[in-house]
């Protein structure tokens, strides 16, 4: 196994997972300048041994990778109801690995070539909507659906619904304003924190993933050519 850890570690440990040096070492350096330690693993297999034994803070995933690729990766560790936050990056032309990603419980992604200093802005994006800051006496509800903020709960029919960071944020968007329309755009900006030129079809993804895991009590409803709303 071929791993390299720099920074201070002050904003904890970031496990890298690429084989492409040169990429490995820019993402290392630009992680360590704001206060992130980082992992490197050049391959699948190994990075996913890293997943497990060193549970960084966040995964920072290449899908094309020898041993094992990324999109295995992923599933494993969510089949494993491991929700380590993952940052998926794939080739530009790689739409159908990014949706696939998306479904199977990453997080966010980018596209190579990527700048660093963004790559390293949805990090700290995908930290802070895993952290949260809510009330915690608040209860959102909404037909059968209740989710406790506090504790980032969310009970269907009676039954715990597992989401991921983004999921629970982007249901708790919805249900705090029930009845309004919001639009992909607004979504972005309030759920990923970045504008709508990144794209608005990740919203689509983890609006069906929220609904597939509701099942039937989802208050979601898609308002053609406008965006979501969810029913009170």
Same mark, same amino acid.
């Given at each position: 196994? &071929?791993?390299?850890?720099?920074?201070?570690? =002050?904003?904890? +440990?970031?496990?890298? $997972?690429?084989?492409?040096?040169?990429?490995?070492? #820019? #993402?290392?350096? /630009?992680?360590?300048?704001?206060?992130?330690?980082?992992?490197?693993?050049? *391959?699948?297999?190994?990075?996913?041994?890293?997943?497990?034994?060193?549970?960084?803070?966040?995964? #920072?995933?290449?899908?094309?990778?020898?041993?094992?690729?990324?999109?295995?990766? $992923?599933?494993?560790?969510?089949? @494993?109801?491991?929700?380590?936050?993952?940052?998926?990056? &794939?080739?530009?032309?790689?739409?159908?690995?990014? #949706?696939?990603? !998306?479904?199977?419980?990453?997080?966010? %992604?980018?596209?190579?070539?990527?700048?660093?200093? @963004?790559?390293?802005?949805? +990090?700290?994006?995908?930290?802070?909507?895993?952290?949260?800051?809510?009330?915690?006496?608040?209860?959102?509800?909404?037909?059968?659906?209740?989710?406790?903020?506090?504790?980032?709960?969310?009970?269907?029919?009676?039954?715990?619904?597992?989401?991921?960071?983004?999921?629970? *944020?982007?249901?708790?968007?919805?249900?705090?304003?029930?009845?309004?329309?919001?639009?992909?755009?607004? !979504?972005?900006?309030?759920?990923?924190? /970045? =504008?709508?030129?990144?794209? &608005?079809?990740?919203?689509?993804?983890?609006?069906?993933?929220?609904?597939?895991?509701?099942?039937?009590?989802?208050?979601?409803? &898609?308002?053609?050519?406008?965006? %979501?709303?969810?029913?009170?």
């Amino acid at each position: 196994m &071929t791993l390299t850890t720099v920074g201070d570690n =002050s904003s904890g +440990l970031v496990l890298v $997972v690429e084989d492409e040096r040169h990429i490995a070492d #820019i #993402i290392r350096l /630009y992680l360590a300048r704001d206060g992130f330690g980082a992992h490197v693993c050049p *391959d699948g297999a190994d990075g996913l041994a890293a997943a497990r034994l060193l549970a960084p803070v966040a995964i #920072i995933l290449d899908i094309r990778l020898p041993g094992m690729n990324g999109l295995d990766i $992923v599933r494993t560790l969510r089949s @494993e109801e491991n929700w380590i936050p993952v940052l998926i990056v &794939t080739a530009r032309d790689d739409e159908a690995d990014r #949706i696939l990603g !998306l479904e199977l419980g990453a997080d966010d %992604y980018v596209t190579k070539p990527f700048s660093p200093r @963004e790559l390293v802005t949805r +990090l700290r994006t995908v930290l802070r909507r895993t952290a949260g800051t809510p009330d915690i006496s608040q209860t959102l509800r909404a037909g059968t659906v209740v989710m406790d903020l506090g504790r980032r709960r969310v009970l269907a029919d009676g039954r715990d619904v597992v989401l991921t960071a983004t999921e629970f *944020d982007l249901l708790s968007t919805l249900l705090r304003r029930p009845g309004l329309v919001h639009s992909r755009e607004r !979504l972005l900006s309030q759920v990923w924190g /970045y =504008s709508a030129a990144a794209g &608005t079809r990740t919203v689509d993804v983890h609006v069906a993933q929220v609904r597939a895991k509701l099942g039937d009590a989802s208050p979601i409803r &898609t308002v053609r050519g406008v965006g %979501y709303t969810a029913d009170a």
